[in-house]
Nanobody, 115 residues
Framework: VQLVESGGGMVQPGGSLRLTCAAS????????MSWVRQAPGKEPEWVSS????????YYDDSVKGRFATSRDNAKNTLYLEMDSLKPEDSALYYC?????????RGQGTRVTVSS
């Protein structure tokens, strides 16, 4: 399993970012996928999960209405569109194989929301 996240960066409050996760080494099109984030000194937080057919998508209450998870099974790629970003969204964001915060993950991409 190989997962490579990208798209993080620094953004002002209210701004937007789009994270991308390139997956390889497993059958992406039949796998649940998730996003997890971890802020310095805090436990990992389950952000979102998506089923292979994208019919069912889970969002944590803290991001509901602001974040959108999608996937392109033809490209083996997972996305996280983040809008209306808040300072409390600052964290290292990981792509995870499976439903929930457990499972193989990538190296993460850092998101910093600050004015």
């Amino acid at each position: 399993v190989q997962l490579v996240e990208s798209g993080g960066g620094m953004v002002q409050p209210g701004g937007s970012l789009r994270l991308t996760c390139a997956a390889s080494g497993f059958t992406f099109s039949t796998s649940d996928m998730s996003w997890v984030r971890q802020a310095p000194g805090k436990e990992p937080e389950w952000v979102s999960s998506i089923m292979p057919n994208a019919v069912v998508i889970y969002y944590d209450d803290s991001v509901k209405g602001r974040f959108a998870t999608s996937r392109d099974n033809a490209k083996n790629t997972l996305y996280l569109e983040m809008d209306s970003l808040k300072p409390e969204d600052s964290a290292l964001y990981y792509c995870v194989k499976g439903w929930g915060p457990s499972g193989s993950r990538g190296q993460g991409t850092r998101v910093t929301v600050s004015s």
